[in-house]
């Protein structure tokens, strides 16, 4: 046992849990900790926004699996941390935020910085602390990390006032005892339940596997591997879940909801048996649920006893680990083929292909589609693809083939633009080895471009394409269907995207036809450091399919067919 | 969030009755409320006070909704870490109490009257002045209402009112067991998967309540006839 300040008992704790880089940003509140993290090798990355550094512990998690750090001094530094901790709070990310406080006797005085934070992130954090004492730091600490990756993983605050960063403690981790009798294990599934299940598989003509992030978080990518050869039951991911199986796999059928694929929207209406694994039947999968899967029994496998029946109505809710409940399924359940069925899911492909925009000729013009393609051919799919949030986004999902888990990063439940940059850098901490991309928009890019500057000071080697389309693409694409093409707030009159990163001694490339796309990206590949890539693609191209908001799944804005996206109509700005 | 428009007289609404063992630490009810709010459930009345453990307080907690929505809130409830059980009590044998003080005007020609009213509802006169006397009185909403009714006439000055405080009936403790989904936890004596599933059942069997509602429609027909 040893006394240490409260600001050392800070380093110590992160050191334990096996911290090695944090994000993080300077202030009053926080300096007793600066000051004492001169005396620890733990890797600190200055952000330029703090924002920033909650994304960047994001992606960190996302990336590794393991408890994302961010840093911050209290009041107007905590409060930036907000979008970024909702973030994660909405995709389920281990987070810790450690924040400065204003010293413990002036709080409740409007002091200097002073800013109730875990009054504001309490509806957003698993949990949120304020720690007055340095002596309740490292048992606060060692709590917060136990509940950022356990259970349903989840963003967690601990807020540490100055005063208590400067007195002094003892310091003996090992002696702490992490106590949560109200925070309890998912029983798993029940003997009951398993049997049912195994029924309900075996009866099923039509199954269908829903497969979320849950199956990446609990890695059970081998079990479900393992359930599908046994089974014949074809997959479909949600956003998030995407890489959690292979894309390549036989009986991958693409993704779901608004901007999946068409079949698959089309065999989830006509299911009867839905496996919901790990996914949580957000909005933009169901479409309207009163009409989603009618004619499907539902069994729903989450850990989170609040996700069932929440917005789908399930006909068995299975509470507990995934990778548990695969293992005892893939035990119980029949072999089967079901080869009706999977011709019958063959034939609901349809036009789908000459819809592709991918099968349209090179007319000069580049799309975005064709971009996502080319990065994923060059890269042999073995890119780490971080995104932002908009049409790139979906593109991206469509168009890059993820085989493995953890290998697209996106927010998918707050959308959050701005999130691409910052989170990629998180994940390049996080992987050293291996290559990643950044693919987002001319317009989130802006929300968080002066991250550029951090990758610079950290000397990063990341890939950012931007799909520059001089709008607020997304945006202007429902503008166009649902508001009579009134493009109201969506033209962006962007900055030289190149001439901004040269500004931060980055290198760059641009390309506004398909072969120089190619070559931008393979040179971007060869280049050290972070490239900027800006391409200048085609303004107005929307993404489809697309099932508008509160519509039924099967109801989906298709690719026109005879109204040829590539004749020349709108004067390109370019 | 529910729209102020919207507003719906809670009597008129269908209720659950939720009630919670939390530690009792600062900010629970905060995080407790949070959840209602996020959720946009509406609380009917929330009453807390300690229990006779050291540490853990004992929320009781009346929603508007119907039992879909307070499943719901249940769910949501155990994911905060202080609150330790949630158990609705709606469909349970269950004992639900009010308190209310009443302080109505009076005076002597009709204070007699005024005493008489509040012994036939079970209410206690605590206090008499010249002008007002206080009434305390336990019971359910509907025999607090009751008396308020009957009181009314003379001039009710002032009133103050719990929320509910509810208990199951027997020997089972309200304070465990119904935590679905949670059965392997070894801190949690008493909460094994058996007794979840019991709680649960117990939940579909057919609804006992005992609404203590002593005279209350006498009461009502009282002032009827006045
Ligand atoms: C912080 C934030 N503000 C607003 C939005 C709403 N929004 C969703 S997509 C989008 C447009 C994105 O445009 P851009 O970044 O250029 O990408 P594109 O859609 O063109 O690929 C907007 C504004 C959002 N998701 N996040």
């Known amino acids: 046992m040893s006394q240490k300040t409260g600001a050392q008992i800070i380093w110590e704790c992160l050191l334990k849990e096996q911290v090695e880089t944090v994000f993080g940003y300077p202030g009053g509140a926080i300096l007793p900790a600066y000051d004492a993290l001169t005396q620890y090798r733990i890797r600190h990355v200055l952000v330029r926004h703090e924002q920033g550094a909650a994304h960047m512990a994001d992606g960190y998690a996302?990336?590794?699996?393991?408890?994302?750090?961010?840093?911050?001094?209290?009041?107007?530094?905590?409060?930036?941390?907000?979008?970024?901790?909702?973030?994660?709070?909405?995709?389920?990310?281990?987070?810790?935020?450690?924040?400065?406080?204003?010293?413990?006797?002036?709080?409740g005085?409007?002091?200097?910085?002073?800013?109730?934070?875990?009054?504001?992130?309490?509806p957003i954090t698993k949990h949120n602390y304020l720690v007055t004492r340095a002596q309740h730091i490292a048992p606060t600490i060692k709590e917060a990390f136990h509940l950022a990756r356990?259970?349903?993983?989840?963003?967690?605050?601990?807020?540490?006032?100055?005063?208590?960063?400067?007195?002094?403690?003892?310091?003996?981790?090992?002696?702490?005892?992490?106590?949560?009798p109200g925070a309890r294990p998912a029983s798993g599934v029940l003997p009951d339940e398993l049997q049912q299940a195994v029924e309900l598989i075996n009866a099923a003509q039509k199954p269908l596997i829903l497969a979320g992030q849950g199956v990446i978080q609990s890695g059970s990518t081998e079990g479900l591997l393992q359930f599908v050869d046994k089974t014949s039951i074809p997959v479909s991911c949600t956003l998030l879940g995407l890489g959690g199986f292979p894309a390549s796999h036989p009986l991958n059928l693409g993704m779901m909801g608004m901007h999946g694929e068409s079949w698959v929207n089309h065999a989830i209406q006509q299911a009867d048996l839905l496996l919901a694994f790990g996914m949580r039947f957000d909005d933009r999968v169901t479409g309207n649920p009163a009409t989603y899967a009618t004619a499907a029994k539902k069994i729903h496998v989450d850990i989170d006893r609040a996700e069932i029946n929440k917005n789908v109505?399930?006909?068995?809710?299975?509470?507990?680990?995934?990778?548990?409940?695969?293992?005892?399924?893939?035990?119980?359940?029949?072999?089967?083929?079901?080869?009706?069925?999977?011709?019958?899911?063959?034939?609901?492909?349809?036009?789908?292909?000459?819809?592709?925009?991918?099968?349209?000729?090179?007319?000069?013009?580049?799309?975005?589609?064709?971009?996502?393609?080319?990065?994923?051919?060059?890269?042999?799919?073995?890119?780490?693809?971080?995104?932002?949030?908009?049409?790139?986004?979906?593109?991206?999902?469509?168009?890059?083939?993820?085989?493995?888990?953890r290998q697209l990063i996106t927010s998918g439940g707050l959308g959050t633009m701005g999130f691409a940059l910052p989170a990629a850098i998180g994940a390049r901490m996080a992987c050293p080895e291996g290559e990643i991309w950044v693919v987002c928009g001319d317009g989130g890019f802006q929300m968080t471009a002066c991250e550029l500057s951090t990758c610079a000071q950290e000397e990063l080697d990341i890939n950012v394409a931007i799909i520059n389309n001089?709008?607020?693409?997304?945006?202007?694409?429902?503008?166009?269907?649902?508001?009579?093409?009134?493009?109201?707030?969506?033209?962006?009159?962007?900055?030289?995207?190149?001439?901004?990163?040269?500004?931060?001694?980055?290198?760059?490339?641009?390309?506004?036809?398909?072969?120089?796309?190619?070559?931008?990206?393979?040179?971007?590949r060869r280049t050290q450091g972070t490239v900027v890539v800006d391409f200048r693609v085609e303004q107005e191209d929307s993404v489809y399919p697309m099932v508008p908001a509160g519509n039924c799944l099967h109801d989906m804005i298709r690719r026109p067919l005879e109204e040829n996206p590539l004749v020349e109509t709108a004067q390109s700005r370019w | 969030m529910r729209v102020i428009s919207e507003y719906r007289d809670p009597r008129q609404s269908p209720l659950q009755t939720l009630v919670l063992h939390v530690e009792d630490k600062p900010g629970v009810l905060d995080r407790v409320a949070s959840v209602f709010r996020r959720?946009?459930?509406?609380?009917?009345?929330?009453?807390?006070?300690?229990?006779?453990?050291?540490?853990?307080?004992?929320?009781?907690?009346?929603?508007?909704?119907?039992?879909?929505?307070?499943?719901?809130?249940?769910?949501?409830?155990?994911?905060?870490?202080?609150?330790?059980?949630?158990?609705?009590?709606?469909?349970r044998p269950s004992l639900e109490r009010h308190l209310a003080l009443v302080k109505v005007r009076c005076n002597p020609a009709n204070r007699r009257e005024i005493l008489q009213l509040c012994e036939v509802f079970r209410a206690r006169v605590v206090d008499i002045g010249p002008q007002a006397l206080v009434a305390e009185i336990t019971g359910s909403d509907s025999k607090i209402e009751g008396l308020v009714e009957v009181l009314r006439p003379f001039g009710i000055l002032e009133m103050a009112r719990t929320g509910a405080v509810a208990m199951s009936r027997g020997k089972q403790a309200s304070e465990q067991g119904s935590r679905p989904g949670s059965g392997t936890a070894s801190e949690n004596e008493g909460s094994t998967e058996t007794s979840n599933r019991a709680a649960v059942r117990d939940r579909i069997s057919p609804p006992v309540i005992e609404r203590v509602s002593l005279l209350s429609e006498d009461g009502r027909s009282l002032t009827a006839a006045r």
Request: with cysteine; net charge negative.
């Open chain 1, 62 to 107: 996302r990336a590794s699996g393991k408890v994302g750090v961010a840093l911050a001094t209290s009041g107007p530094g905590a409060t930036n941390l907000v979008t970024g901790i909702a973030t994660a709070m909405m995709d389920s990310s281990p987070v810790v935020c450690i924040t400065g406080q204003v010293p413990g006797p002036v709080i």
């Open chain 1, 470 to 524: 001089g709008y607020l693409g997304m945006v202007r694409q429902w503008q166009e269907f649902f508001y009579e093409k009134r493009y109201s707030a969506t033209p962006l009159r962007n900055p030289d995207f190149c001439l901004l990163a040269q500004a931060h001694g980055l290198q760059t490339l641009q390309a506004r036809t398909r072969s120089q796309a190619r070559e931008s990206i393979a040179k971007a």
């Open chain 1, 313 to 405: 109505q399930v006909d068995l809710g299975i509470v507990g680990d995934l990778r548990d409940t695969l293992l005892q399924l893939n035990e119980a359940v029949d072999e089967c083929s079901h080869r009706q069925w999977n011709a019958d899911i063959e034939e609901m492909k349809g036009d789908s292909a000459v819809r592709d925009i991918q099968t349209l000729p090179d007319n000069g013009r580049l799309y975005a589609a064709h971009v996502i393609n080319d990065i994923w051919n060059l890269t042999d799919g073995k890119a780490m693809v971080v995104t932002d949030v908009g049409q790139h986004q979906m593109w991206e999902a469509q168009y890059y083939k993820h085989e493995f888990p």
């Open chain 1, 150 to 180: 356990s259970g349903r993983p989840g963003p967690v605050l601990v807020d540490i006032t100055k005063d208590a960063q400067q007195e002094s403690a003892d310091f003996d981790w090992d002696d702490i005892e992490v106590r949560l």
């Open chain 1, 109 to 122: 005085r409007d002091a200097f910085q002073e800013c109730d934070v875990t009054g504001i992130t309490l």
């Open chain 2, 39 to 91: 959720r946009a459930f509406n609380i009917a009345s929330l009453s807390v006070g300690h229990t006779h453990r050291p540490g853990i307080s004992r929320m009781t907690v009346v929603m508007e909704g119907g039992a879909a929505e307070a499943e719901r809130a249940e769910a949501n409830l155990h994911k905060l870490i202080n609150v330790l059980s949630v158990d609705n009590v709606t469909e």
